[in-house]
């Protein structure tokens, strides 16, 4: 069974950072093409960073220069280093996987994390 399983979300101030972990099981974890979505209270899921097995990345706008996605193959671990959070950060951070291209829209996705909640106060 596959699990993607999300960490180091909570509460920060604005201007603060935080670090997001994502460990996966899927085999082999180097092949796969991983991304980190979020979705606000009342909001559609949105994407907000990808990397493929090459280390290729793309952001979305709203994060580029902020946001920074990496992954270490050998701990099956793909992170999302936050830093200048701002308010409208705020959302459930969720890690997603996919074999064959690279996740930037919901449909693309073949596995989801449960989630992480990033709060940023102002």
């Known amino acids: 069974q596959v699990q993607l399983v999300e960490s180091g979300g909570g509460l920060v101030q604005a201007g603060g950072s935080l670090r997001l972990s994502c460990t996966a099981s899927?085999?082999?974890?180097?092949?796969?093409?991983m991304g980190w979505f979020r979705q606000a209270p009342g909001k559609e899921r949105e994407f907000v960073a990808a990397?493929?097995?090459?280390?290729?990345?793309v952001y979305t706008d709203s994060v580029k220069g902020r946001f920074t996605i990496s992954r270490d193959n050998a701990k099956n671990t793909v992170y999302l280093q936050m830093n200048s959070l701002k308010p409208e950060d705020t959302a459930v951070y969720y890690c997603?996987?996919?074999?064959?291209?690279?996740?930037?829209?919901?449909?693309?996705?073949?596995?989801w994390g449960k989630g992480t909640l990033v709060t940023v106060s102002s």
């Open positions: 899927v085999r082999p974890f180097s092949s796969y093409n």
């Open positions: 997603a996987a996919d074999r064959s291209g690279v996740p930037t829209t919901v449909r693309a996705v073949d596995y």
């Open positions: 990397i493929t097995w090459t280390t290729n990345t």
